[in-house]
């Protein structure tokens, strides 16, 4: 593992910008998760959970041969005792993907209760809160490594 120091010097300036394009894509397809049979929730990322997601997506994208362009990004939503897969982005779509990142960010708890009710009844379409916790797994599309499982 590498000091920060060195971590910050292997950072691609064009991996910045596309996870800024990558976090836009992110925000649009959590604003049309479907969470439920019947419904579609507009998921709301509070800026310190976007800010440590995008630090993360980097790190973990600088020691791969393609940066994050090499990335297929799994966006998953957890709450009670489901996990609803929302989306699947590929970073860059024209370039080989090698390596798959799971993100898994969970529901405000505060809120579940309030909304869980909510699940069987008609279509809807209603904001809810994310959680600043998540939690990212990595897997290596080239390399028969074990699977890497962060808890943030």
Do not use: N
């Amino acid at each position: 593992s590498l000091p920060d120091m060195d971590l910050e010097l292997l950072h691609d300036p064009e991996d910045e910008l596309l996870c800024a394009s990558l976090m836009d894509v992110v925000q649009a397809t959590l604003g049309r998760a479907p969470l439920g049979a019947k419904r579609c929730w507009r998921l709301l990322m509070p800026a310190q959970l976007q800010a440590q997601v995008r630090a993360e997506l980097l790190r973990l994208a600088c020691s791969e041969p393609c940066g994050l362009r090499g990335a297929l990004l799994d966006l998953c939503v957890e709450h009670g005792k489901g996990c609803h897969d929302v989306g699947h982005i590929a970073a860059d779509p024209a370039v080989v993907p090698t390596f798959q990142l799971t993100l898994v960010l969970r529901l405000d708890s505060r809120l579940w209760p309030k909304i869980q009710g909510l699940f069987a009844s008609g279509p809807a379409f209603a904001p809810l809160k994310l959680s600043t916790g998540f939690r990212v797994m990595k897997k290596k599309l080239y390399s028969s490594e074990q699977l890497l499982i962060e808890e943030c």
